[in-house]
């Protein structure tokens, strides 16, 4: 496949499912050994597995889309000046969750979207550990894929009164989120998961919210974003409007939600938390 500016989202994904797996097996290859761990200027951890999957993620799509640029999480300082002019790119997150794999809890992923026009319209979350793969393209709906088995379509649930599902992080918790969760006014079961994981148990009907109050980055969103929306849910910013990629010169993303039901007031409870 020759121009990724032509090609249609969903007759990449099965191209990029097959990339998402080759980085997942570069990864665990690092994790059965006693691998070192450095640390970026921002403290945050970096293993030989991020960058052994990046490599992987980056020849696969130069192999299917060389038009396309690529921002990753480990090449990722491109001038806004030369990535403003981009209207369809590969994101990618080699290694989503890189304090999961040095403590080798399992709860890490490979990250990989395609965006266009500032929006995720491809998107796939593959758990290398389990080889579990959730994925999507704009219009196609959003799937989930076990070893040995079928694809099965995935669907966001309707919140039930009594008692919610929230998603919350392994590693990053808040002062914030204890208070949001008071202001739900209901039972709530918290679910503590790494990676972009969380936005995918809510993409599935497995939690109702992923509220995330902290630093995230674009990589870390883009192709959870995707898979979400595709299942007919939304991952939004605090005044509710879906996140925009690649609009500014920080990667950085605002606060957002991930939730699966609009009905729900989510709108009331984050007007108290200011």
């Known amino acids: 496949m020759s121009s990724g500016e032509a090609a249609l989202p969903a007759q990449l994904l099965e191209a990029v499912n097959k990339i998402a797996e080759a980085a997942a097996k570069r990864i665990m290859e690092v994790y059965a050994t006693d691998f070192d761990v450095e640390h970026k200027a921002d403290k945050s951890p970096l293993t030989e597995a991020d960058m052994a999957a990046h490599h992987t993620i980056v020849q696969g799509l130069k192999e299917i889309t060389p038009d396309l640029p690529i921002l990753s999480e480990e090449s990722a300082k491109i001038t806004f000046a030369e990535r403003q002019q981009w209207q369809r790119y590969w994101l990618v997150d080699p290694l989503d969750g890189t304090r999961e794999f040095v403590k080798r809890n399992g709860e890490f992923t490979v990250n990989i979207a395609l965006i266009d026009n500032h929006k995720p319209i491809l998107g796939v979350v593959y758990v290398p550990v389990t080889g579990v793969n959730y994925y ?98 939304y991952l939004t910013d605090m005044e509710l409007k879906p996140l925009r990629y690649n609009t500014k010169e920080s990667l950085l993303n605002p606060h957002f939600l991930v939730f699966g039901d609009a009905n729900k007031e989510w709108a009331n409870y984050l007007a108290q938390l200011i």
């Not at 929230?166 to 990676?195: C, T, W, Y």
């Not at 599935?204 to 674009?218: H, N, Q, V």
């Not at 870390?220 to 898979?227: E, M, N, W």
Request: aromatic fraction near 6%.
């Open 136 to 233: 999507a393209s704009i219009d196609t709906g959003a799937f989930k894929i076990e070893p040995n088995q079928s694809a099965t379509r995935i669907t966001t649930r309707a919140c039930p009164s009594d008692r919610l599902i929230v998603a919350g992080s392994r590693s990053h918790g808040s002062p914030q989120l204890e208070k949001f969760l008071a202001l739900l006014n209901m039972e709530v079961d918290v679910v503590s998961i790494g990676s972009s994981l969380k936005s995918c148990l809510v993409a599935e009907g497995k939690a109702d919210i992923y509220p995330r109050f902290g630093l995230t980055s674009e990589w870390d969103t883009a192709a959870a974003q995707c898979v979400v929306e595709q299942a007919g849910g």
